[in-house]
């Protein structure tokens, strides 16, 4: 018995690898994989994703990526950065299922800042991801012919090929290159963090000093200050960052290369300050805002930066109430989210209060972001800011849910010992020793300085640990937020026509309700859509055969029979109380998020059958279609 039972399973498994070899439609996958420890097409393009790539060999991973997977993909520069670096995107979507401007889209963008290029590899390996696995994974290949992704890995791309390519700290540089006279002395980015010892790392560089405010820490690996006067030991005074006093003015790196912060550049909420020169006055971001606002379709957007592992989402504007309204308000959120962490711990609750027309808006990004804390498992969620950041613009200009991510930050939950939520020195050091083998530490070590003589440079960390992550934790912070994307397209609305019952009221007269759905987090289009006029409605259009006439809403019908089943279906008919009643065969409406509507028709019917069919249609959400028959019984 066991033996026929071994022969029908193996010839059941031939059966079954015979049909997934025999020609499949051309959405079919070709490698479909659900065994949750089989191959998913990483090595189908090999890629390393334990290293920082500069930009001539991730831009070509892009290109290399687009001719491998052409009937996926597509490469296209959106424009130039100052210097007269092409800006690259992807756009990802199956050709097969439609073009990608009539999809809804999700933007995701990396690094406008030059220094935070693990947002590159975010992006590119979101890119990946989708590519490799399409053929493979069925929830892949499902978001892949139903929408499109715009992927730029790199915004920002003179600073962040200044950033790979050569030496610099963690947090140069950060903004577009463009020459500014930061000391005004007349010269420009003259006085520049310059790479002294030629290690390839910046540092810090001291003097021997027996008057010192420094001194070696008891392991000699730190210069920490002196905490007694009378202290008599090797003593120095802090010189300052590596570098060069290049202008002979005494002073160090205090002309260094420069430009307008661009995430303060876009339009939305853009003051002088902090987004110098004027809105869009870097062809970077420029490129980018003209490209969205020529894509309507595109509906939620990423954008990758560090550091501090935060999801700042956008949410909408506040309404003002009083101080003590808004404390009382607070005092309520903060004891209900503690009554909602009793079983989630990921839950989030928002003191923020919100007009009515923009309260569904709200409500939909607090639930997408406390999936994504979920998601992320170490990440805070937090309402994001508005002073020319190129999230904001998405949101309150494009009407787009937008979220910034703060990649990295810390090493906390590797470093983390006692679980206070924060890495000490000790615990630092820890980290560096035994997860990094000592290999992310500059140890003070002495150097001869052209202009200084002998000094003591070092004491810090390497430039790939604060900011942006060691090697070895890139691919696993990379894998986690692009599960995060994927979560939040595959939660953009499709709409569906959930039901249609057809109730005989009396003689020839038969209620028919229709209820339209949409299950998903997200509506249709975002509240700041609406207001901003950029919303299309949804649609619902009915067609009859020639016997099935609609009975207007309000009259009598034709004879007491029939006026008296519309006044029956008016009070509920059925009981559906949440039915509109209409006459109207073409409708338009908004599905909200994970909503339902219900619309309550009546019609007459000569003969003895005759059919009704619906058509339900939305930019952001699909189409649906339903035909019942309606027969005498």
Not at 166 to 192: A, I, M, Q, V, W
Not at 451 to 480: L, Q
Not at 521 to 539: E, F, H, I, N
Not at 608 to 630: A, C, P, Q, V
Request: aromatic share 12%; net charge negative.
């Amino acid at each position: 018995m066991k033996t026929l039972k071994r022969q029908f399973t193996f010839a059941a498994a031939a059966l079954i690898a015979l049909i997934i070899l025999l020609p499949q439609p051309a959405r079919a996958q070709k490698n479909l994989q659900l065994n949750m420890g089989g191959y998913k097409g990483d090595l189908d393009f090999p890629i390393s994703w334990k290293r920082y790539y500069n930009y001539a060999e991730w831009t070509k991973i892009m290109h290399d990526l687009q001719k491998q997977y052409p009937q996926l993909t597509d490469i296209q520069s959106i424009g130039k950065s100052r210097m007269g670096r092409d800006q690259f995107l992807l756009t990802i979507t199956s050709k097969v299922t439609g073009q990608h401007g009539d999809k809804p889209a999700m933007w995701v963008d990396g690094a406008i800042h030059g220094n935070e290029v693990n947002g590159i590899t975010c992006s590119l390996y979101l890119a990946w991801y989708l590519l490799t696995r399409y053929d493979y994974d069925p929830f892949i290949h499902n978001l892949v012919n139903r929408y499109t992704f715009y992927i730029l890995p790199g915004l920002n791309v003179d600073g962040n090929e200044g950033y790979v390519a050569f030496p610099n700290t963690e947090n140069n540089p950060r903004e577009p290159y463009r020459p500014e006279d930061n000391d005004r002395d007349g010269l420009f980015d003259e006085d520049l963090t310059e790479d002294v010892d030629g290690d390839g790392e910046l540092t810090v560089m001291y003097r021997e000093d027996p008057k010192g405010d420094f001194r070696l820490s008891a392991d000699k690996r730190r210069f920490i200050r002196v905490d007694d006067d009378s202290y008599v030991g090797l003593r120095f005074t802090r010189i300052g960052a590596e570098g060069y006093d290049n202008d002979g003015d005494g002073r160090l790196n205090e002309d260094d290369l420069g430009g307008p912060d661009p995430n303060r550049n876009f339009p939305y909420g853009w003051n002088q300050r902090d987004g110098e020169y004027y809105p869009l006055s870097e062809p970077e971001t420029r490129n980018v805002f003209e490209f969205q606002m020529k894509h309507p379709n595109i509906f939620a957007s990423f954008h990758y930066h560090n550091t501090g592992r935060l999801i700042m989402f956008q949410a909408p504007p506040a309404i003002r109430t009083s101080a003590d309204a808004q404390a009382q308000y607070s005092e309520t959120v903060a004891s209900r989210l503690a009554e909602m962490r009793r079983t989630n711990q990921y839950a989030q609750l928002y003191t923020r209060q919100v007009a009515p027309e923009y309260r569904h808006d709200m409500d939909v990004q607090t639930k997408i972001v406390s999936e994504g804390a979920y998601i992320l498992k170490n990440y805070n969620p937090v309402i994001g800011g508005l002073s020319g950041q190129a999230h904001a613009a998405a949101y309150y200009m494009l009407g787009a849910y937008s979220y910034l991510m703060e990649l990295w930050g810390s090493p906390s939950p590797f470093a983390d010992i006692n679980n206070d939520n924060r890495v000490s020195d000790e615990e630092f050091q820890k980290w560096l020793e035994l997860d990094l083998t000592e290999a992310g530490w500059l140890v003070p070590y002495q150097f001869d300085h052209p202009d200084f003589g002998p000094i003591w440079m070092g004491g810090t960390a390497r430039k790939h640990i604060g900011r942006t992550p060691p090697s070895r934790y890139i691919e696993h912070e990379a894998e986690k937020n692009a599960l995060f994307v994927l979560y939040c397209v595959n939660q953009f609305p499709v709409v569906k026509i959930d039901n249609v019952e057809v109730e005989p009221v009396n003689a020839d007269v038969y209620k028919v309700t229709v209820t339209v759905a949409n299950d998903k987090v997200y509506p249709t289009a975002s509240d700041m859509s609406v207001q901003l006029g950029r919303a299309v409605q949804d649609k619902l259009t009915m067609k009859t055969s020639n016997n099935i006439s609609v009975m207007p809403v309000g009259t009598s019908g034709r004879g007491g029979a029939r006026g008296g089943a519309q006044a029956a279906a008016m009070r509920g008919g059925t009981g559906d109380s949440q039915a509109r009643m209409t006459s109207s065969k073409e409708l338009q409406f908004r599905l909200r998020g994970q909503e339902k509507l219900s619309y309550t028709y009546l019609v007459s019917m000569t003969g003895n059958s005759g059919w009704m069919e619906f058509d339900l249609w939305s930019k952001n959400g699909g189409t649906d279609n339903k035909r019942m028959e309606i027969k005498v019984k």
